[in-house]
């Protein structure tokens, strides 16, 4: 059983800039969440994705979009990127489940 | 608006000791909680979760304990292990919303 993968590992931006971050989800896993965790917090909840339509959305602007696949990977995207975007982004699927949810490593963004 | 606090950034435990976290919550609206913990470089993993109608559910060397009254919730392990050294996060959602609320985390340090 293969479990959630994400890429890249780090990534350095300018500000202004656009970027894509993809997810994996373990397999059978039909619903992914992403999470933005800013150095010293909790991660914090951006939206989820079940089946392929946004299923819910934290208090982030729209420039924060994404996409699930049919193969239930998905992708985070970043528009006109901040210096507040700097963050670990991390990744859970699930099978429709709050609590069981399986985290990635994450990805590190830096905006310079 | 911090919802779910964790109030110590970190706690030092002598091997085989307990080891007790703690975590507040002010939304009277959270029924269900989820302790999650975190190795470096990986992603959160899930411990234990309880519903607000148990004050209490164990798994093993850990079990958390909630009480409603005081908005208030702690997970202890019993004994404490050197693999138990991470940073365990608290976490909150209002019935089954996928949306969590995550405290900042405390870095459990194991000594031998």
């Known amino acids: 059983e293969t479990g959630v993968t994400q890429s890249p590992t780090h990534l350095i931006k300018t500000r202004g800039q656009q970027v894509t971050l993809r997810c994996s989800s373990q397999?059978?896993?039909?619903?992914v969440s992403w999470y933005q965790q800013a150095l010293g917090q909790g991660p914090q909840f951006i939206f989820q994705?079940?089946?392929?339509?946004?299923?819910g959305r934290g208090n982030f602007p729209p420039r924060f979009s994404g996409l699930q696949f049919p193969n239930y990977s998905s992708e985070l995207n970043v528009n006109a990127l901040e210096l507040d975007d700097s963050a670990l982004y991390l990744c859970?699927?699930?099978?429709?489940?709050?609590?069981?949810?399986?985290f990635g490593p994450g990805t590190r963004l830096t905006v310079t | 608006d911090q919802q779910v606090k964790q109030n110590s950034p970190s706690l030092s435990v002598q091997e085989g000791r307990i080891s007790i976290l703690n975590c507040d919550y002010t939304n009277s609206m959270f029924d269900y909680f989820l302790w999650y913990k975190k190795y470096p470089a990986e992603g959160p993993t899930f411990l234990i979760s309880?519903?607000?109608i148990k004050d209490k559910n164990e798994d093993g060397r850990f079990t958390v304990f909630l009480n409603k009254s005081a908005k208030h919730l702690s997970l202890h392990i019993v004994p404490s292990q050197p693999g138990d050294s991470a940073v365990y996060f608290c976490?909150?959602?209002?019935?089954?919303?996928?949306?969590?609320?995550w405290g900042a985390g405390t870095k459990l340090i194991i000594k031998p």
């Open positions: 976490a909150a959602s209002v019935g089954s919303n996928y949306q969590l609320i």
């Open positions: 309880i519903s607000s």
């Open positions: 397999s059978g896993h039909n619903t």
């Open positions: 859970a699927s699930s099978l429709t489940s709050v609590a069981e949810q399986y």
């Open positions: 994705y079940y089946r392929e339509e946004e299923n």
